[in-house]
């Protein structure tokens, strides 16, 4: 039978220890401060402008802008933790709220007692978009080859839902939502018509990367050119209010071939 060392002993006590104490740790659950969450109910105004900044019942903040999802929030470890945003309390009491918001600056609020506030909210409708609501549509007639030929583009609205993090007047993180469009192009040679086809955002997965694609419209198409290749279209896929885009040239041949190259970001 073999032997330790007293010190090798005392060093497998130790390992053992500390694997146990490793092995049993939890996560600490956060506690939440229900007095301070019973004393957020209600709408919150600016208490130098007087508007509205949001309104909170229940477990959920609501917000005036009909674009802004509302976000389920909690008070816990002296913060105003938003969705997945936290922001420090400075100051609460049942009629003042202050709090530091992203940037640091100091957002001071007053709960405000006049009914008509809670015309600002409606949340009976699911929130708006800012984008296309109707079906947009554009032709033209262009002649190649002495051979006339016709392109149409349609831009249908759906419901298809792309949200987007912007941070409001209050430098508060808020979830927009928007819907996303399919564009439908159809060529006609004469009175045939050689090609019809919807276009969505995802077949531009190969020219956009997918972070900035999962954020992005397709906003617009717009006919560029025709030339022994085929008619040239470029696509717009776009983060909604935003200056970032991505042009897509989409080639359809005569043969209905279509191919895709980025033209621009």
Known sequence: MSKFSPFIVLLLVV??????????????PVVENRQAK?????????????????RIKGDTVYFPDSTSMPAYFRVAKDSFMLGTQSYP???????????RNQ?????????????????SFDHQAPPQSVTVTEVMKKDSVVVFNGERYHWYIAINPTRY???KTSY????????????DNIIHISLFHGADKFFWRDFRKQMYS???????LAQAILSNMTYSRVDAKGFYFNAMLCIPDGP????????????GEVDYKLLER
């Not at 508060?172 to 819907?179: A, D, K, L, P, Q």
């Not at 970032?244 to 043969?255: A, D, K, L, P, W």
């Open 15 to 28: 390992a053992l220890a500390a694997c146990k104490g490793k092995s049993g740790d939890t996560a600490v």
């Open 89 to 99: 309390v400075v100051k609460q009491a049942s009629h003042l709220f202050w709090f």
């Open 38 to 54: 019973a004393m957020l109910q209600g709408i919150w105004i600016d208490s130098e402008t007087e508007e509205v900044s949001f």
């Open 244 to 255: 970032s885009c991505y042009v897509v040239e989409t080639r359809i041949g005569f043969n």
């Open 206 to 212: 190969q020219q956009v990367p997918a972070q900035f």
């Open 103 to 119: 940037n640091g600056d100091i957002i001071k609020l007053m709960k405000s007692d006049d009914p008509n506030d809670v015309l």
């Open 168 to 179: 409001n007047d209050d430098g508060v993180g808020v979830e927009n939502v928007y819907y």
């Open 161 to 163: 839902k792309v949200q």
